[in-house]
């Protein structure tokens, strides 16, 4: 689930579903933007902050439920997809604090963060081509951009490791905590959520500039997932992810 408080300005959302190492449901994804769409019009929300449990940020998806949603109505319509379009939208400054795992979308999430914070046991970790699927999120524009061609095919396509050091040496991270990491986003989200609202957004809009290819991408990156899904070796590739977690 999805735990949701304010706080001075900012809207926390805290992954909560330690069973399955915040594994994210379709439910916490139609949470997750919600609660972006809905700070786009309010005005009492001037930063969100994204945060998990102690050791685990978020395990990337759960694949039963993924498959379970693909299986039913294709991507367009899966909750997931909602989210990712969200983040694009989003208007608002977006601070992460990371302590722990972070697999899958919950690396290629912090990539629209305006800030990150990590501890220093956080590992970062996309293997997305090891299950015979594509980056997504944006993530295959946006990677490059952020820490180069060379880095991003590291995390992204060979599905390397990325330790908090790492992360933060490649641009992904902008300061690892050796304290409490949630207590340290939530004062950067603080603080900007108390600056002038109209000179932030305008400010943080320049920074982003047109997020037109973003989208885009974003549309090209769903389109391929869904083609990689019925694809023999994606599915070769998901039942044997299957089997070895049952063991």
Do not use: W
Request: glycine letters at 8%; aromatic letters at 6%.
């Amino acid at each position: 689930m999805i735990l949701k408080s304010k706080d001075d300005g900012v809207q926390i959302l805290r992954l909560d579903r330690p069973e399955k190492k915040n594994a994210l449901t379709g439910a916490m994804y139609s949470d997750l933007a919600e609660a972006l769409e809905t700070g786009n019009t309010d005005d009492g929300i001037r930063c969100h902050l994204i945060c998990g449990l102690p050791e685990v940020f978020t395990a990337g998806n759960d694949i039963g439920d993924f498959l379970q949603y693909a299986g039913k109505s294709g991507m367009d319509d899966m909750p997931v997809v909602r989210f990712l379009r969200a983040l694009v939208r989003n208007e608002k400054p977006l601070v992460a604090a990371v302590d722990g795992l972070a697999i899958g979308v919950g690396t290629t999430l912090l990539m629209h963060c305006d800030m990150v914070f990590a501890s220093p046991r956080s590992l970062f970790r996309s293997p997305f081509v090891d299950l015979g699927l594509v980056p997504e999120a944006g993530s295959s524009l946006l990677g490059p951009q952020l820490m180069g061609h060379a880095r991003a095919f590291e995390l992204l396509c060979l599905g390397n490791a990325f330790s908090a050091q790492k992360a933060a040496e490649a641009g992904l991270v902008n300061e690892v905590v050796e304290g409490d990491v949630d207590a340290a986003g939530l004062e950067c989200a603080k603080e900007i959520a108390a600056k002038p609202p109209e000179a932030m957004a305008l400010s943080r809009k320049l920074l982003r500039g047109d997020t037109g290819k973003l989208s885009e991408r974003v549309e090209e990156e769903i389109r391929i997932f869904a083609t990689r899904l019925t694809s023999p070796e994606t599915i070769a590739a998901f039942q044997a992810f299957m089997t070895k977690k049952k063991t």
